[in-house]
T-cell receptor, first 115, second 112 residues
């Protein structure tokens, strides 16, 4: 098992710019979710992908978008960055069908700073 | 918005003591899970309890679930300095395609 890997680990962007964060899921995992974690807070659910289709979304605006590829790797795109988008972005994957009882394997996250 | 809320927000104990954290949530669930996070890194899955289970053990961890009160507790027995971390409950909310929502977390400090 290689676990979940995220890139880059740290990133600094200017307000108004666009950013793409990448995630490589653990082998055999077909479900991936993205979370935003502000300092001192719990992770907030952004969206989930299952077999390349978005099947759930949290309370985030459309400028947060994503993709899941056939190899189950994933991207999170954020357009028109705002200062409040500064956070740790976590990717998590798990195996199984849509109704499985599995825990998530998390990556170490991408620390995004918007200035 | 957070689905769950942990209590207490912060907990400080001596090594060897037991630590208890509580989680309350708002809606019906498939299962509830506990995760640990060290210093702003990725989360590590600790234990999962299904909605039809009331108690589960894993090593020094004991989890209880009361779906009528929409609450859960995590007990860490014989704590060690290495247990120092933030602990989050996550609810797999019913009828959302297994979307997980995290609580606000309990920051545990174990003093050697």
């Amino acid at each position: 098992e290689t676990g979940v890997t995220q890139s880059p680990t740290h990133l600094i962007k200017t307000r108004g710019q666009q950013v793409t964060l990448r995630c490589s899921s653990q082998s055999g995992h077909n479900t991936v979710s993205w979370y935003q974690q502000a300092l001192g807070q719990g992770p907030q659910f952004i969206f989930q992908y299952y077999r390349e289709e978005e099947n759930g979304r949290g309370n985030f605006p459309p400028r947060f978008s994503g993709l899941q590829f056939p190899n189950y790797s994933s991207e999170l795109n954020v357009n028109a960055l705002e200062l409040d988008d500064s956070a740790l972005y976590l990717c998590a994957s798990r195996p199984g069908s849509n109704r499985s009882n599995y825990g998530y394997t998390f990556g170490s996250g991408t620390r995004l700073t918007v200035v | 918005s957070q689905q769950g809320e942990e209590d207490p927000q912060a907990l400080s104990i001596q090594e060897g003591e037991n630590a208890t954290m509580n989680c309350s949530y708002k809606t019906s669930i498939n299962n509830l899970q506990w995760y640990r996070q060290n210093s702003g890194r990725g989360l590590v899955h600790l234990i999962l309890i299904r909605s039809n289970e009331r108690e589960k053990h894993s090593g020094r961890l004991r989890v209880t679930l009361d779906t009528s009160k929409k609450s859960s507790s995590l007990l860490i027995t014989a704590s060690r300095a290495a247990d120092t971390a933030s602990y989050f409950c996550a609810t797999d909310v019913l009828n959302t395609g297994n979307q997980f929502y995290f609580g606000t977390g309990t920051s545990l400090t174990v003093i050697p």
